[in-house]
């Protein structure tokens, strides 16, 4: 499903529209979470530039305000805050779309720092009944709540009203009643966002071997009769890497032991966790940074990947809010879980009693207390 975007604000090509702008290009959109994490320096002088590309982000009524008769309200971002962040693969209009990638950033009262964690988009639910879509309720991974709720009669899906039923879910999974923020995020456009970058660097943990592509990034071969595919395969070795978009996309999507990920869709998350940190870092590079054409691109291909929806609070006013948090005060966490069941008779994954503690904490406001308690719920490189 292609997501609805917005018109760029600007010509790319209109290069004196940056001169004199000092340290405007530390202002940097991407990925849904980077497209909120901004500087601080000298940014309310420039906050005109910032609407200027505002209409590049796509909108869209994520949490069902809109048909409520919810009115918009002036900025007025405070924390604490919960951003709740999908993924998805777009694939044909007509093909209701799954949640591959399901996180949430949590931003503490000071608005300095935040915490990143992942459900696993195999856990079993309980999904809601969600009369807008037809669908009566019922038990199934997390991931098909997008599916049943995108689905609307005689019309191809609608991803923005699955992310509403979606986020139903997560709400009771989690105990989060209200989500501050929401964003659907177009894997697909993460090419374009890491190439407009000049790639991204990061840290490779072990050697992990693609499932899908070969090593000039084209698509391997199915295999004749199913299970699996054949020829040659893309391979990311331990140690520092320079990924280009392709490659950056493939190896935050590996989640088979055979490839080199033994703890399955947690290493995925894992590896998911760690991109946006390195999506992140690289945003606010000098070599990003002090290019304003370069920076211009960034700016463009994130808004062409997004689907943003702020509850009356735009994607300016949450950069400006959000303007003091950097990939150093990310915190990312790995919740306990198992799976249900295995080999053929594998059902899903479930959270371990710990992870309602966690979820306890971010609602009380107690996380900062909870994680010196609780060391393990940082994320590691394995």
């Given at each position: 499903?292609?997501?609805?975007?917005?018109?760029?604000?600007?010509?790319?090509?209109k290069?004196?529209?940056?001169?004199?702008?000092p340290?405007?290009?530390?202002?940097?959109?991407?990925?849904?979470?980077?497209?909120?994490?901004?500087?601080?320096?000298?940014?309310?002088?420039?906050?005109?530039?910032?609407?200027?590309y505002?209409?590049?982000?796509?909108?869209?009524?994520?949490?069902?305000?809109?048909?409520?008769?919810?009115?918009e309200?002036?900025?007025n971002?405070?924390?604490?805050?919960?951003?709740?962040?999908v993924?998805?693969?777009?694939?044909?209009?007509?093909?209701?779309?799954?949640?591959?990638?399901?996180?949430?950033?949590?931003?503490?009262?000071?608005?300095?720092?935040?915490?990143?964690?992942?459900?696993?988009?195999?856990?079993?639910?309980?999904?809601?009944a969600?009369?807008k879509?037809?669908?009566?309720?019922?038990?199934?991974?997390?991931?098909?709540?997008?599916?049943?709720?995108?689905?609307?009669?005689?019309?191809?899906?609608?991803?923005?009203?699955?992310?509403?039923?979606?986020?139903?879910?997560?709400?009771?999974?989690?105990?989060?009643?209200?989500?501050?923020?929401?964003?659907i995020?177009?894997?697909?456009?993460?090419?374009?966002?890491?190439d407009?970058?000049?790639?991204?660097?990061?840290?490779?943990?072990?050697?992990?071997?693609?499932?899908?592509?070969?090593?000039d990034?084209?698509m391997?071969?199915?295999r004749?009769?199913?299970?699996?595919?054949?020829?040659p395969?893309?391979?990311?070795?331990?140690?520092?890497?320079?990924?280009?978009?392709?490659?950056?996309?493939?190896?935050?999507?590996?989640?088979?032991?055979?490839?080199?990920?033994?703890?399955?869709?947690?290493?995925?998350?894992?590896?998911?966790?760690?991109?946006?940190?390195?999506?992140?870092?690289?945003?606010?590079?000098a070599?990003?940074?002090?290019?304003?054409?370069?920076l211009?691109r960034v700016?463009?291909?994130?808004?062409?990947?997004?689907?943003?929806?702020?509850?009356?609070?735009?994607?300016?006013?949450?950069?400006?809010?959000?303007?003091?948090i950097?990939?150093?005060?990310?915190e990312?966490?790995?919740?306990?879980?198992?799976?249900?069941?295995?080999?053929?008779?594998?059902?899903?994954?479930?959270?371990?009693?710990?992870?309602?503690?966690?979820?306890?904490?971010?609602?009380?406001?107690?996380?900062?207390?909870?994680?010196?308690?609780?060391p393990?719920?940082?994320?590691?490189?394995?």
């Amino acid at each position: 499903m292609e997501l609805p975007v917005g018109k760029g604000g600007t010509d790319g090509g209109k290069r004196s529209f940056w001169r004199g702008v000092p340290r405007w290009a530390r202002v940097c959109t991407v990925f849904g979470v980077v497209l909120m994490l901004l500087s601080g320096a000298v940014l309310a002088g420039y906050e005109t530039l910032l609407h200027r590309y505002e209409g590049s982000v796509g909108k869209g009524d994520l949490f069902g305000d809109q048909a409520a008769g919810a009115k918009e309200r002036k900025s007025n971002v405070k924390g604490p805050l919960n951003i709740l962040l999908v993924g998805i693969d777009p694939r044909k209009p007509e093909t209701p779309p799954l949640a591959d990638s399901i996180m949430i950033l949590h931003v503490p009262a000071g608005m300095d720092r935040g915490y990143l964690f992942s459900l696993p988009r195999d856990l079993r639910v309980e999904i809601p009944a969600f009369p807008k879509a037809n669908y009566p309720g019922g038990t199934d991974k997390l991931n098909a709540a997008m599916s049943y709720g995108s689905r609307v009669p005689g019309q191809n899906p609608d991803a923005s009203r699955g992310f509403e039923l979606l986020a139903k879910t997560v709400s009771q999974v989690t105990g989060i009643q209200r989500f501050d923020a929401g964003a659907i995020i177009n894997f697909t456009g993460f090419k374009k966002i890491v190439d407009a970058m000049g790639g991204v660097d990061m840290y490779i943990e072990r050697d992990v071997k693609s499932e899908h592509r070969k090593p000039d990034g084209t698509m391997r071969e199915l295999r004749p009769g199913g299970g699996g595919y054949l020829g040659p395969q893309a391979e990311y070795k331990k140690g520092n890497a320079h990924l280009n978009g392709w490659q950056a996309l493939d190896y935050v999507r590996q989640r088979y032991p055979k490839n080199g990920v033994p703890d399955a869709d947690y290493g995925r998350q894992r590896h998911q966790q760690q991109f946006i940190k390195a999506m992140v870092g690289q945003a606010f590079s000098a070599d990003v940074v002090t290019n304003p054409i370069k920076l211009d691109r960034v700016v463009r291909a994130a808004g062409q990947s997004l689907i943003f929806n702020g509850r009356g609070n735009s994607v300016v006013d949450f950069a400006l809010a959000l303007k003091g948090i950097r990939s150093d005060s990310i915190e990312t966490i790995k919740l306990p879980g198992e799976g249900i069941g295995t080999g053929s008779a594998y059902r899903g994954e479930r959270l371990l009693p710990a992870a309602q503690d966690f979820f306890t904490a971010i609602r009380t406001e107690q996380v900062d207390a909870f994680m010196l308690e609780h060391p393990d719920f940082k994320q590691k490189n394995s």
